[in-house]
Structures are given as structure tokens and as C-alpha cells.
């Protein structure tokens, strides 16, 4: 009888086990969807050759019809999983309009199969289950703790068996899961997307709907001990109020508990319910029934409390604080997060320092397992799970942390939830990605025609600015690994780089009379900081070597107006407030021009003729005047935006008529929105996700272009 062989491929410092469709860096098994194995193999088994993207997808795909998204999100992330090792990035070239092609060497190793076992006197020896499939997930940028997890701390000399990944949903990008949670017994998951409420039976894959109130949104799932009732927390689309509702599994009419707090859980014993202020400054207790709420604990004025959890003892309740660390010398702060606990009553709090890298974990006896990404800002490198042991009661730290498996790059872990005994946990996993639309302006109508994506990688691309011609975008994107500034025309689909070098270069602005681009060049471990000075750079538009724009870094921006003025301004956000100085190409900074009591920096945008500074606020774009007396020498006057709050970006039109602003719907999406200087506002474009989004005019007033974020969140199960 002929013996089976098995081929596996080597490239760099990866090997593709193409019988278990299996990926490993050196040792280590690489994470990935079978999907997206099979993608990589296709390419890998044809290297140095172009596959037709119809070819591809007919061997991924062969049984289903499926959009060319499909394959570049494939693409997308083999690309971030094979380049974040820093080996060399070019394993996958683009083929415009045609396909792709693997170009690093590939070598093929055969292998015979083991053959079956002889016969033994003895009985055989057990044998440690290794895993057969890996996958991958994704999303946003909320850091919580939420309820359960799995694997067994203590160290034992005999091999652990691998963890499994397994995707649990398959939802696209235009219905994002918002929240999923695990039952108890492990039998059914508990999910919400745009769609509703849904119970999953994990055994056959049967799901159906809960009856839900209309127009809400849920934000937060989370089960009682008992495996038929769950809680869930969420907004309503209509006004924005928060709630939380009871819900059983029998149909029976969701009951409403409270018509304000988020993130509520359950005590292990039913009997009481935890859950966070509107806010996110006070943890509060009810009765299970929604009785007899009461606060417990309130946070510091610039802190705030995410995930509320349950400690498997029910004596105490654990959460996070999430606040901005001190100023350092260099104006530089950081995000700083913490792990909290207190008592039933309120007594005998405990803090623990902990990394700021936290994007969600569950709290075990004696273990506390937890997601990180490097950074906790804009990072695209690898997500990792971690467990460490602790106390029972959440006030110290007992040992190192120990890794427990690499869930992909450019992805984000949350929302966590297991199991009893917690051998199985849930977790959402999403890989978001930004591009740059344009659409035609209908200013007349107050609409958007024509709406089209302009950068056509699979990277991210943020806007910033306009050429002053209004042919071509500026904006910054990280397709060449680090971060550099791109011109793309409106009619082309390649972008141009302006700048590109070893260092992040972001934020690109061009000078009045265009013979300047100004760029920032961020500093080393800037995604980490919250605020931070930045470096400045000039290069002139018609060719040139790039010059400091400023004698040194500032915390502040650069930003001018359209012609025929003449006018730039520096803003310099200090620790009190916000100071404006005049800015030109050969002189630098200039005299002030005013300062204002804004103690932080906010979104803001220079008048189309230079004379006006608009700050969008929470719920308001307060107009400053500069020149003569400056900023706050004159009543300020504020535009109120009431119904579209938190106002994240905005730029003026170029007839100074009002702006253009993106603001988060209750329901979880982004609106691009116009607003007029008496307050009046009239939605643009939506899109799922709350992502703080730019948008920018044309300055001729025909274009608009803004920055889309998607993301494919979906709920995953790691297995021990």
C-alpha cells in the first residue's frame, strides 16, 4: 500500500501545513480563519505567479457566490499577520485590476505520513489533543471587563493541550455585533447586531430572535446563573436614554428594570445586579427585580468605570478605571488604565496599576485572563491573550502572566464572557479599517451624490486635507508598514506619496499660497500617549528637501485658511488653555492672537478667510474671533447641536456658511452631517460604527470627502 505524504511550504520564517491548514511562525501556530488558510494557500501553492481574483475565489469559495470584499479582507489580514513579525512585508503583491501574486520564496517540503500504530500487549497511553483549526476575529475601541473565562493557572510538568479559536458568527461589516455572551452551561450564545437580539443553540447552529423594544440598541449582554435569564443593557435610538431589560429564552416580553445605567451584571447568586452611571463615574446596586438602586462608588471627576464584574465569590465587584496620566515635562500624557474592586456595600476599595493595553478580560478564581494590544490607541500590531493569577479578592497580583495564545494583528478582542468552570470563553474580536470616500456636494439640497471610496488598498487611509485646486486628497495611511502622507486625484487610483520615510508621518496641510506642505512627524511611541508634542515639518510643493516647520516640537497643531487669504495659525492646547499665535512658512510662529479657557485639545477649524476659529464642543461648535484682541477678547458665540452629540470632527464650508461635522448616533452609527451657523443640521451619510471620522470640503465647494471606518465584529470561542 502506497504511503500518504503531507507537503507543508516554507517562506521567511512561516510554515503552511497544507493537511492541517495550519500556519506557524517558527514553532508557534499562527491564528487564522480557514478561509483565510485557504486564500494563503492558493497563493503559496502558485508562487511567483498571478491568481485571477476569479480563480481565487472560485477555490475558496467553490460551492457560494461571495463579494470581492471577501477576498481583500483575506488578503488584508494575511498581509498584517504575515508583515507584524517584522520579517520582509512583500510576501503578497497587488496585480491591478487582475489578481495577486505570492512573490517571497517558497520551498516545498514532502513528508510520508506516520504510519498507523502495531498492535501493543499494553494498552496504549493517552495522548495530548492538539488543535486542528484556528481562527481569527475583530473590533473597536471601548476597554471592559465582563464576565468569564477558562484554563487553569497552576503549572504542570506534562504538555498543555494548544488552545482552539473558533468562529461562532459570521456577520459582515454592515451588521457589526455590538455584544455576545456565552450561557452558563454553554449550550447557546446570546448576540446583538443592528438586526436585534438573537440565541444562538451552539450544539446545531439554530438561531432565532428575542422580542425586543423597539428602536434600542444593545450595547451589553450578560447572563444569570441560572441559564434562562439574561440581562441586557442598551440606548435608545430615539433619545438616547440608557436601560436595562430583562429578557428570558421562553419568549416571554422583555421587563424593564431601569431607565438609566449601562454594563449591568448579575451576582453569581441572582440575587443583586452591578452596573455603571450614564456617565461611567458611579457604580450602582438594585435587586434583581430592579429595586432599591443605590450608589455605591463614585470615581474621580477625570476617571471613568468600565465593566463592572462579579468576583466568582460574590463578595465583591471588579472594574476599570480609565483616566489620562500627568503631564509629563514635555507635555506628553498617556493613557492609564487600572483594575478596581469594592465591596457589596461599598467598603474596602482595592486598586491595582495595570497595562494600558487592555482591551477586555474575565475575572476566574484566582486568575484574571485578559486581551493586550501593544498600544492602546492607533495600533495595528498583534493582540495577545494573558492570564495571571491574583487574589480572590482582586487586590494583588500573585505571580508573572503567562501567554496564552496570539489571536491575530490588527485586531481587538472585547467583550469576554464563560462558561462555569470556564474551560470555553467568548470574546468579540473585530478588525476595523479606514478609507477615504468622496461624493459629489449638492449644497442647494443639502445632499451627497455619487458616493464612492477613493483609496482602493486594503490598508488604512485617513483624510486631512485638499490640494487647492480641488483635483486631489491629502491624507496619511499605513500601506507602506509606518505611517506616511499621500495625494491622490480625484480621477486616478493611485496614490502619490509626498512624504515617506522610516518615521509616522500623519496630518498634512498646504499653505495659502501653495508653494508649502506642512506635515507632522510623530514621535517614537506616540500611539501610546493621549497627548503629546509633535514635530512639524515643511516641504516645498513643486520638489525640495523637508525643513522644520518649528525650532522644536510643540503640543499643537498648524492650520490655514483658503485663498486668497494669506492666514495660518498655530494652536498650542495647554494644561488650562488653548493659545493661538499667527504661523507662516518663513517665519514660523508668530505674535498671539489670542487664548481661551479650553483646558484640552479638541476638534477645530480655521475660517475659510482666517478671521474665525470653530471648536466643536460636546454638544456645541463655539466660534472665537482672532485678530485684534484675539481669542476670547470678544463674547465667544455658540452654535448648539443638541441632538448630535458628541460633535467629533468638523471643517468650515468654504463659504463660510457653517460646517461639516461627524457625530455618533444612539443607534451605533457615524452621521456626516451638515450644520448651519444658527444650529439647524441636516444628515449627510451614515455609517455602522461610532468611529471619530474627519470630513473635509473641496475648497471649491463641490466635493466632500471623509474618512469611513468599517469593522467585521464577530464573536469567537477559545477553547482549553
Not at 50 to 71: C, F, I, R
Not at 225 to 232: F, I, Q, R, S, T
Not at 335 to 356: K, M, T, V, Y
Amino acid at each position: 500500500m502506497a504511503k500518504e505524504t503531507k507537503v507543508s511550504y516554507e517562506f521567511g520564517s512561516y510554515r503552511l501545513d497544507s493537511g492541517d491548514r495550519l500556519l506557524y511562525r517558527g514553532d508557534q501556530p499562527v491564528p487564522l480563519p480557514p478561509k483565510v488558510i485557504d486564500t494563503l494557500l492558493v497563493l503559496v501553492e502558485n508562487s511567483g505567479h498571478v491568481v485571477e481574483k476569479a480563480v481565487l475565489m472560485e477555490q475558496v469559495w467553490p460551492d457560494v457566490t461571495v463579494e470581492e470584499n471577501n477576498l481583500t479582507q483575506n488578503v488584508s489580514l494575511l498581509r498584517k499577520t504575515l508583515g507584524a513579525s517584522g520579517d520582509d512585508r512583500g510576501f503578497i503583491e497587488t496585480i491591478p485590476r487582475r489578481g495577486y501574486r505570492f512573490v517571497a520564496p517558497v520551498k516545498a517540503v514532502t513528508q510520508a505520513a506516520p504510519p498507523p500504530p502495531a498492535a501493543e500487549s499494553e494498552p496504549p497511553r493517552p495522548a495530548v489533543r492538539e488543535s486542528r483549526r484556528w481562527l481569527y476575529t475583530g473590533a473597536l475601541l471601548l476597554l471592559v471587563l465582563v464576565p468569564g473565562v477558562v484554563i487553569a493557572f497552576r503549572y504542570f510538568p506534562q504538555a498543555r493541550p494548544a488552545p482552539i479559536l473558533r468562529q461562532l458568527t459570521t456577520n459582515s461589516t454592515e451588521l457589526p455585533l455590538s455584544t455576545a455572551a456565552i450561557s452558563p452551561d454553554g449550550n447557546y450564545l446570546t448576540y446583538a447586531d443592528p438586526a436585534g437580539l438573537h440565541v444562538k443553540l451552539l450544539k446545531t447552529g439554530e438561531t432565532h430572535s428575542l422580542p425586543s423594544p423597539p428602536e434600542w440598541r444593545v450595547i451589553a449582554i450578560r447572563w444569570f446563573g441560572d441559564g434562562v435569564k439574561l440581562l441586557a443593557s442598551g440606548i435608545s435610538v430615539q433619545d438616547s436614554k440608557s436601560g436595562i431589560w430583562l429578557f428570558g429564552l421562553l419568549n416571554e416580553a422583555p421587563r424593564q428594570l431601569s431607565d438609566n445605567g449601562l454594563q449591568a451584571t448579575p451576582s453569581p447568586d441572582g440575587s443583586q445586579i452591578a452596573f455603571v452611571s450614564d456617565n461611567a463615574h458611579e457604580l450602582w446596586l438594585m435587586d434583581a427585580n430592579g429595586q432599591a438602586p443605590h450608589r455605591i462608588f463614585t470615581a474621580k471627576p477625570d476617571e471613568s468605570l468600565v465593566g463592572p464584574q462579579w468576583l466568582p465569590s460574590g463578595e465583591r465587584i471588579g472594574y476599570a478605571y480609565i483616566y489620562n496620566g500627568t503631564r509629563d515635562t514635555s507635555g506628553k500624557t498617556s493613557l492609564q488604565l487600572d483594575l478596581g474592586s469594592i465591596d457589596r456595600e461599598g467598603r474596602n476599595p482595592a486598586r491595582i496599576p495595570f497595562h494600558s493595553g487592555l482591551t477586555g478580560g474575565t475575572l476566574l478564581p484566582g486568575r484574571f485572563l485578559y486581551a493586550l494590544r501593544r498600544t492602546p490607541l492607533l495600533d495595528w500590531s498583534q493582540s495577545t491573550l494573558w492570564e495571571r493569577p491574583m487574589d480572590p479578592g482582586l487586590r494583588v497580583f500573585r505571580g508573572e502572566p503567562r501567554l496564552i495564545a496570539t489571536v491575530g494583528a490588527g485586531v481587538t478582542p472585547f467583550d469576554f464572557s464563560a462558561i462555569a468552570g470556564g474551560r470555553q470563553v467568548v470574546f468579540l474580536k473585530g478588525e476595523p479599517q479606514s478609507d477615504v470616500y468622496i461624493a459629489e456636494l449638492n449644497q442647494k439640497e443639502k445632499r451627497l451624490l455619487n458616493t464612492r471610496r477613493l483609496t482602493l488598498d486594503d490598508h488604512n487611509d485617513i483624510l486631512s486635507s485638499w490640494s487647492l485646486d480641488s483635483r486631489a486628497v491629502l491624507f496619511f495611511s499605513d500601506r507602506n508598514g509606518n505611517f506616511d502622507v499621500y495625494r491622490q486625484f480625484l480621477d486616478g487610483q493611485i496614490a502619490q506619496p509626498i512624504v515617506a520615510g522610516p518615521q509616522d508621518e500623519t496630518v498634512v496641510k498646504v499653505s495659502p499660497e501653495g508653494a508649502y506642505y506642512f506635515y507632522v512627524v510623530q514621535p517614537e511611541g506616540w500611539k501610546s500617549t493621549a497627548t503629546r508634542p509633535i514635530t512639524w515639518m515643511k516641504i516645498p510643493v513643486a520638489g525640495g528637501a523637508p525643513q522644520p516647520a518649528l525650532p522644536a516640537p510643540v503640543a499643537g497643531e498648524i492650520d490655514c485658511a483658503l485663498p486668497p487669504s494669506r492666514v495660518c495659525v498655530l494652536l498650542e492646547f495647554t494644561a488650562t488653555e488653548l493659545v493661538v499665535h499667527s504661523f507662516d512658512a518663513q517665519h514660523g510662529k508668530g505674535s498671539e492672537l489670542g487664548r481661551a479657557g479650553i483646558d484640552r485639545w479638541h476638534y477645530h477649524a480655521l475660517s475659510p478667510d482666517g478671521s474665525r476659529l470653530a471648536i466643536a464642543l460636546e454638544d456645541r461648535v463655539r466660534i472665537f474671533t482672532l485678530g485684534a484682541g484675539g481669542v476670547g477678547g470678544k463674547p465667544f458665540e455658540d452654535v448648539a447641536a443638541p441632538s448630535w452629540k458628541p460633535l467629533n470632527a468638523i471643517s468650515w464650508a468654504p463659504d463660510g456658511s457653517g460646517f461639516y461635522a461627524t457625530a455618533f448616533r444612539p443607534a451605533g452609527r457615524t452621521v456626516v452631517l451638515y450644520m448651519d451657523l444658527q444650529g439647524h443640521a441636516w444628515p449627510l451619510s451614515e455609517a455602522p460604527g461610532e468611529f471619530e471620522s474627519t470630513v473635509v470640503p473641496s475648497p471649491d465647494g463641490r466635493w466632500l470627502a471623509f474618512t469611513r471606518w468599517i469593522s467585521a465584529n464577530n464573536a469567537w470561542m477559545l477553547e482549553r
